[in-house]
């Protein structure tokens, strides 16, 4: 009688234990959100998030945000050095860069969980000339619904979002974000 005692709560306790463990795998495995993606299928122009989000220059001093690109055409990418998808589409958003400055527009790269050295390390290889900056936290991203990589949006003048590809890039989506710059 005494074990059985002892074996009730002791059982009770683990089945608690077991509860709050899937409560916390349950919160932390929730699939990142796709409102974004929501609103611009519909043709809805949502505003950037954390625009005003400061974050450190990548290799450099200071901090900077999107805000600060205001009235520019400016494709966000989300990108990490380990991240092989990443390396193929650096030398497009490079020569997009290229492209776009020359109609007011911009890329803008935001390491995603990577170490400085690593990321400035896959500057120099690529030779990206455009402004990057370090999301220490992730925070800036999940903002996004951001949670694999690479990532990348296309954010007109007014500061709203008007394309998504979660993935690698390809031209015609760099080409949109052109288009965009030359009609504005």
């Given at each position: 009688?005494a074990?059985?005692?002892r074996?009730?709560p002791?059982?009770?306790?683990?089945?608690?234990?077991?509860?709050?463990?899937?409560?916390?795998?349950?919160?932390s495995?929730?699939?990142?959100?796709?409102?974004?993606?929501?609103?611009?299928?519909?043709?809805?122009?949502?505003q950037?998030?954390?625009?005003?989000?400061?974050?450190?220059v990548?290799?450099?001093?200071?901090?900077?945000?999107?805000?600060?690109?205001?009235?520019?055409v400016?494709?966000?990418?989300?990108?990490?050095?380990w991240?092989?998808?990443?390396q193929?589409e650096?030398?497009?958003?490079?020569?997009?860069?290229?492209?776009?400055?020359?109609?007011d527009?911009?890329?803008?790269?935001?390491t995603?969980?990577?170490?400085s050295?690593?990321?400035?390390?896959?500057?120099?290889?690529?030779?990206?000339?455009?402004?990057?900056l370090?999301?220490?936290?992730?925070?800036?991203?999940?903002?996004?619904?951001?949670d694999?990589?690479?990532?990348?949006?296309?954010?007109?003048?007014?500061?709203?979002?008007?394309?998504?590809?979660?993935g690698?890039?390809?031209?015609?989506?760099?080409?949109?974000?052109?288009?965009?710059?030359?009609?504005?």
């Amino acid at each position: 009688m005494a074990v059985r005692r002892r074996v009730v709560p002791i059982l009770a306790s683990l089945a608690g234990a077991c509860l709050i463990g899937l409560l916390i795998y349950g919160v932390s495995a929730q699939s990142a959100s796709r409102t974004l993606d929501e609103l611009v299928a519909r043709g809805q122009r949502p505003q950037a998030p954390d625009a005003t989000r400061s974050l450190p220059v990548l290799g450099g001093r200071g901090q900077s945000s999107l805000a600060s690109l205001r009235g520019k055409v400016v494709v966000l990418n989300f990108w990490a050095s380990w991240c092989e998808p990443c390396q193929v589409e650096a030398p497009l958003l490079e020569h997009a860069q290229s492209a776009l400055q020359r109609h007011d527009g911009t890329v803008l790269g935001i390491t995603y969980l990577d170490a400085s050295p690593d990321s400035e390390g896959f500057m120099r290889k690529y030779h990206l000339t455009y402004t990057n900056l370090r999301d220490n936290s992730g925070t800036f991203a999940h903002s996004y619904g951001t949670d694999q990589l690479p990532e990348s949006f296309i954010i007109d003048r007014q500061g709203q979002i008007v394309a998504i590809s979660r993935g690698e890039i390809d031209q015609s989506f760099l080409n949109h974000a052109l288009a965009l710059a030359e009609s504005s």
